[in-house]
């Protein structure tokens, strides 16, 4: 009997059915994806943040493909087109946004940061996921980065008004926050200073900074505190006399 298909194209066609499967296995973990995401919006909406984040936690992983990191790649093997590859990330950006929402409202802070920078990364232009990554930011002490965050999720969403009245609130905020940092910067080595120049019995208060209005460059110029202290006690004498 002649063999209808030889060994190599009878491989080829099994693994034409892996694929296959390979497609409709990627295929229905992105619905399984979106279910549990469903059900981590419903917990969010009544309040069971704990609970949310176990939903969106299993929504990402189906998204991701169920732990399987090639599974894009086996749907674009199998005839899928790059569409279907980046609703996957884009699925897993939202879980990723959504499960930092509810790290938030946990003050778990710094999950919070880290599921946005993850989420930035896949996507860079998801306003909501700057703005989250703004709260846990401010939150966890870095004024200037939420001002940054916020000033990214205007330029994406202009309309957003919490964008626009955040980043005012802030700036001043930050300003006198880096003021603050100068003045505590300068007074250091002012400190520094002095201590090396007290070796010499000098001090920074020896030395005057003086304008030149013309060019508007600075000079140093040399104080001598103890001739000055002296002519003003003789002053003060003439003064009394």
Do not use: H
Not at 4 to 13: M, N, P, Y
Not at 89 to 109: F, H, I, Q
């Amino acid at each position: 009997m002649v063999a209808l298909v030889d060994a190599d194209d009878a491989r080829g066609a099994t693994d034409a059915r892996d694929d296959d499967g390979d497609a409709r296995d990627a295929r229905g973990g992105a619905r399984d994806a979106a279910a549990r995401r469903r059900d981590g919006n419903a917990a969010f909406a009544r309040g069971a943040y704990a609970e949310a984040s176990r939903a969106y936690t299993d929504a990402l992983t189906r998204a991701r493909g169920d732990g399987r990191g090639d599974a894009r790649e086996d749907a674009l093997d199998a005839g899928e087109d790059a569409a279907g590859a980046a609703r996957g990330d884009g699925d897993a950006a939202t879980c990723l946004a959504n499960r930092a929402a509810c790290w938030l409202k946990l003050e778990r802070y710094e999950d919070a940061a880290r599921d946005c920078d993850e989420a930035i990364a896949i996507d860079g232009t998801y306003a909501k996921a700057y703005a989250r990554r703004a709260r846990a930011r401010e939150a966890l002490g870095d004024e200037e980065g939420a001002l940054e965050d916020w000033e990214r999720t205007r330029a994406l969403a202009p309309r957003d008004a919490t964008a626009r009245d955040e980043t005012r609130r802030l700036k001043p905020v930050v300003e006198r926050k880096r003021e603050e940092m100068k003045r505590e910067m300068l007074d250091k080595m002012k400190d520094l200073g002095n201590s090396l120049l007290g070796n010499f019995g000098l001090s920074l208060d020896n030395f005057k900074a003086e304008k030149d209005a013309t060019t508007g460059s600075y000079s140093i110029q040399f104080v001598n505190e103890k001739k000055r202290s002296t002519t003003g006690d003789e002053d003060d004498e003439d003064d009394e006399n």
